[in-house]
């Protein structure tokens, strides 16, 4: 059965810190798709990001960055120079749909607080 | 071009009642599903439909009905409202196929739930 984990439930930190949300998954598939997604105060979900099981490539946008590790099933997200405007719920996802967007399983999403 | 659109944003009802939530898509997309996110949940998929008249269960779909009559709209039915019903529901929307493996799925701005 599908899961995703998300262990930290809350993380404060202080404007200009890197900070390090982690996403551990569990798939039987070898072909799954993994997703972050943000939930700012205001409640909408807004896309992050979307990787394939092949593509173990470390992503960078901007201060976010993302590490993809198939050997420890992890899918962890990096913001660095965290600003205020970061503050939000993130939530990691999986899908082992074909189509790559279905079926999301999420994690219960780690809430962070970036304070001035 | 709207998107994902969701009718009520916000909507009080009393046990036993019943009501739809509605959700429209302008995308053209074939997959729609429902989540409801609950704290310290995350999201869980309650329905979802990969084409008109083609709906099957999520993860936790107890209490609702779904049809998908068109493309464009997936409404959510609770036939006898319950107190643990209450909820924000998402509604979201996204291709499905080859030619879709990078466009992820797109989220309505959510309808907040409250049942007496």
């Known amino acids: 059965a599908q899961k995703v984990t998300q262990a930290q439930t809350e993380i404060s930190v202080v404007e200009k810190e890197d900070v390090t949300l982690d996403c551990v998954y569990e798939t039987r598939d070898t072909t799954y798709y993994l997703f972050w997604y943000k939930q700012p105060p205001s409640g909408e979900l807004v896309f992050l990001i979307r990787?394939?099981?092949?593509?173990?490539q470390n992503e960078i946008s901007g201060r976010y960055s993302w590490n993809f590790q198939k050997s420890t099933s992890s899918f962890n997200f990096t913001i660095t120079a965290s600003q205020v405007v970061d503050s939000a719920v993130y939530f990691c996802?999986?899908?082992?749909?074909?189509?790559?967007?279905?079926?999301?399983?999420f994690g219960k999403g780690t809430k962070l607080t970036v304070n001035p | 071009n709207a998107g994902v659109t969701q009718t009520p944003k916000f909507q009080v009802l009393k046990t036993g009642q019943s009501m739809t939530l509605q959700c429209a898509q302008d995308?053209?997309?074939?997959?729609m599903s429902w989540y409801r996110q609950d704290p310290g949940m995350g999201l869980r998929l309650i329905h979802y439909?990969?084409?008109?008249?083609?709906?099957d269960q999520g993860e936790v779909p107890n209490g609702y009905n779904v049809s998908r009559s068109t493309t464009e709209d997936f409404p959510l039915r609770l036939l006898s409202a319950a107190p643990s019903q209450t909820s924000v529901y998402f509604c979201?929307?996204?291709?499905?196929?080859?030619?879709?493996?990078?466009?992820?799925?797109?989220f309505g701005d959510g309808t907040r739930l409250s049942i007496l």
């Open positions: 990787r394939n099981s092949f593509d173990e």
């Open positions: 995308m053209n997309h074939e997959y």
């Open positions: 439909s990969v084409g008109a008249g083609i709906t």
């Open positions: 996802a999986l899908s082992e749909a074909r189509g790559g967007s279905e079926k999301l399983v």
């Open positions: 979201a929307s996204s291709s499905v196929g080859t030619g879709a493996r990078n466009q992820p799925q797109h």
